[in-house]
T-cell receptor, first 113, second 112 residues
């Protein structure tokens, strides 16, 4: 089975802190994604990566950056956390190619106080 | 631009009732893929089904069935004889030449 693992299930950080959310997948998938989920807004794409060292902005990249130094790991970075970044963050991965589904991690619920 | 609309925000049904979750999409791509995901209270999104734009065959899997109609740009999901374990948030999603775009989700509550 494909496994997408996010490093933390729950996280509480202070405003202004630099926050790292880690995601690891074990199925050699080329593509990886970070979404945030908010009530009434569904899932919105923050950043994605089609391969190692590559990154593309999604729909809401402001306030975030990412790192993909290894194929299996995709990190989301909040440079200076703010309260409006309190949310559920979901990582996903999939094989390159159109007719494939994405597999999701269990999510990280981040609270910024 | 790609867009997915799930007009039903919340649905509540009594166990054993049938329920249909609506999904309408917009895309200019000629080749695209549609998906349904389930998000139970535990939070992880679980893949349910994938359909490509060239395959309009409806599909049935146990109590689940999906109706894909390109003419109305809809990809609706029906649960027959609903059960309490079906309670979850259900997302419809679309992928064309861009990453997955999700609808806002429909929260289904099945009451015993």
């Amino acid at each position: 089975d494909v496994k997408v693992t996010q490093s933390s299930r729950y996280l509480v950080k202070r405003t202004g802190e630099k926050v790292f959310l880690e995601c690891v997948q074990d199925m050699d998938h080329e593509n990886m994604f970070w979404y945030r989920q908010d009530p009434g807004l569904g899932l919105r794409l923050i950043y994605f990566s089609y391969d190692v060292k590559m990154k593309e902005k999604g729909d809401i990249p402001e306030g975030y950056s990412v790192s993909r130094e290894k194929k299996e790991r995709f990190s989301l970075i909040l440079e200076s956390a703010s309260t409006n970044q309190t949310s559920m963050y979901l990582c996903a991965s999939r094989v390159q190619g159109g007719n494939t589904e994405a597999f999701f991690g269990q999510g990280t619920r981040l609270t910024v106080v | 631009a790609q867009k997915v609309t799930q007009a039903q925000t919340e649905i509540s049904v009594v166990e054993k009732e049938d329920v249909t979750l609506d999904c309408v999409y917009e895309t200019r791509d000629t080749t695209y893929y549609l998906f349904w995901y389930k998000q139970p209270p535990s939070g992880e999104l679980v893949f349910l089904i994938r359909r490509n734009s060239f395959d309009e065959q409806n599909e049935i899997s146990g109590r689940y069935s999906w109706n894909f109609q390109k003419s109305t740009s809809s990809f609706n999901f029906t649960i027959t004889a609903s059960q309490v374990v079906d309670s979850a948030v259900y997302f419809c999603a679309l992928r064309g030449n861009t990453p997955l775009v999700f609808g806002k989700g429909t929260r289904l509550s099945v009451i015993a």
